[in-house]
């Protein structure tokens, strides 16, 4: 079965930066679509990043954009997120996520089926 399991999160001041990653197992990695999203305290889950199954295209919201990287390396069976420039409003727990359906976009409306633990990503002020 499909296996996610991220690392990398941790407690960071604001201005400083974290990488995530997300190693995948279970399937083909190269075949799928991967994305990052995050939660929030009360808040519904957001999502950050997409990249393609070629790793080709990249998709990011607007609150992210020009400060997080999303990338893969199919060799690893691993997707990262860097994350520079932190905020306090990156607080959350972030997860990957994997698309159901070969070589999906990854985009916003891509379709996750599999998703991982989390990871819990704190930004002090």
């Known amino acids: 079965q499909v296996q996610l399991v991220e690392s990398g999160g941790g407690l960071v001041q604001a201005g400083g930066s974290l990488r995530l990653s997300c190693a995948a197992s279970?399937?083909?990695?190269?075949?799928?679509?991967m994305g990052w999203f995050r939660q929030a305290p009360g808040k519904e889950r957001e999502f950050v990043a997409g990249?393609?199954?070629?790793?080709?295209?990249?998709y990011y919201a607007d609150s992210v954009k020009g400060r997080f990287t999303i990338s893969r390396d199919n060799a690893k069976n691993t997707v990262y997120l860097q994350m520079n420039s932190l905020k306090p409003e990156d607080t959350a727990v972030y997860y990957c996520?994997?698309?159901?359906?070969?070589?999906?976009?990854?985009?916003?409306?891509?379709?996750?089926?599999?998703w991982g633990q989390g990871t819990q990503v704190t930004v002090s002020s």
């Open positions: 996520a994997q698309a159901g359906i070969i070589r999906s976009l990854g985009n916003l409306w891509t379709r996750y089926d599999y």
């Open positions: 279970g399937r083909t990695f190269s075949n799928y679509a």
């Open positions: 990249i393609s199954w070629s790793g080709s295209t990249t």
